[in-house]
């Protein structure tokens, strides 16, 4: 089968992966650089992480596998009627398309927004990286998981950073749970305006609701767009993000979407570790094996600077302190998500055991 990819990201560089020794694999890249790892940017921008250890996949890995990897082009059309994606090189004839073109930051829309930047690429990182080296200090507008790993790491670096966010919790999580992470991190130096709306930016900060707030680098950190465009123009039905079922199957026969472009029953999936998780699914279901995602049940570990936290499962509404690190998640007496801070082992048994269901005497 010819299976063209295109983006790669987690997703379709780990769909191609799974599936180069049984079909012709193709990936469609926009960038002109190897894959890189998204999670590492905030590593790199502070200083901790060379460049050359952000590519975990060499030219000669995709040439090994027999993937016929093309960066620097961009897929434009899908032509389902003739089965063939329309890029700026060119047609490529496929017999299932897979788009895994991910999602774009969610840029800021007050005044001022041409003093803010975002972060998605490892373009945006090296800008940023640059500018931080050069001032010195951090503004991060958001408090989710980017906005944290980047505070984290470069307080931790020795620079100057603040957090505004519009919410009073972190992460989505309740008050205590960011009271925890936010002790952890204030540790690090890492200022914290919570409850505080941007109203506009200027050169030296912002002005929010609260009083102005001083930073020279700005990042907003917003959330995500998912980039469903091609599938739009494709007359692929799409929500937020491509709409897809529990098979991965986009609207058109033959064409899927994973990772952060797809949208599943209102869920995006927006991390790189649900997008590598579509891919291992759906490579199995194109070998015709069974095989299913749980999209409601979510789970990553993320590393705010040499704090691991993780989040598994459903961690909204009453938590209960298992231990002084860990809050558990019930549905009566069944334990259906947890937070741990800093215990990655434990974070490891409790998914497991959250997936299967225990109740908590069983813990
Ligand atoms: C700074 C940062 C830190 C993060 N930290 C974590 C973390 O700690 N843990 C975690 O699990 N996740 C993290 N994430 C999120 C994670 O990186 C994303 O969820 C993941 O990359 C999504 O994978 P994807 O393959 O769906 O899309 P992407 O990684 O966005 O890849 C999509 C690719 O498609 C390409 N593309 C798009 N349109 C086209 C087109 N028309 N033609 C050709 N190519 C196209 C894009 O150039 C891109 O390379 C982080 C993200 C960022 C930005």
Wanted: aromatic content about 8%; some cysteine.
């Amino acid at each position: 089968m010819r299976i063209v990819i295109v983006g790669n990201g987690p997703g379709g560089v780990e769909l191609a992966n799974q599936l180069s020794g049984e079909h012709k694999v193709t990936i469609v890249e926009r960038e002109n650089v190897l894959h890189y790892s998204k999670p590492m940017l905030s590593h790199y921008i502070a200083g901790f992480v060379e460049k050359e250890k952000l590519f975990p996949y060499s030219f000669s890995w995709y040439e090994k596998k027999g993937i016929d990897l093309n960066l620097g082009v961009k897929a434009e059309v899908i032509d389902r009627a003739r089965k063939r994606l329309i890029t700026s090189d060119g047609e490529i004839p496929y017999d299932v398309l897979v788009i895994a073109t991910g999602a774009r930051p969610r840029g800021p829309t007050f005044e001022g927004k041409e003093f803010v930047q975002t972060l998605r690429t490892l373009q945006d990182a090296e800008r940023i990286k640059e500018q931080i080296e050069k001032y010195k200090d951090a503004l991060i507008l958001g408090g989710g998981f980017i906005g944290l790993e980047l505070v984290a790491n470069l307080a931790k670096a020795g620079y100057r950073v603040r957090l505004v966010h519009r919410g009073s919790n972190l992460l989505g999580l309740d008050e205590e749970l960011t009271k925890a992470i936010m002790e952890k991190l204030e540790g690090y130096g890492v200022e914290f305006y919570l409850d505080a709306n941007t109203l506009k930016a200027d050169e030296n900060g912002i002005f929010t609701d609260k009083g102005y707030v001083e930073g020279k680098v700005k990042i907003c950190a917003f959330g995500v767009i998912p980039n469903k465009e091609i599938a739009v123009k494709g007359g692929i039905h799409a929500g937020r993000g491509i709409l897809i079922d529990d098979h991965f199957r986009t609207s058109a026969k033959d064409v899927y979407a994973i990772g952060d472009c797809a949208e599943y029953n209102g869920i995006i999936g927006g991390t790189a570790k649900a997008a590598m998780e579509h891919a291992r699914v759906l490579a199995n279901i194109l070998r015709g094996k069974e095989d299913s995602y749980d999209f409601e049940f979510r789970s990553t570990v993320f590393k705010f600077g040499d704090i691991p936290v993780a989040l598994i499962g459903k961690t909204k509404g009453e938590g209960k302190w298992f231990d002084e690190k860990t809050k558990i998640f019930l549905e009566g007496e069944k334990v259906i998500g947890a937070v741990v801070i800093e215990d990655v082992r434990k974070a490891m048994m409790l998914e497991k055991k959250a997936k299967a269901g225990v109740s908590i005497d069983e813990l």
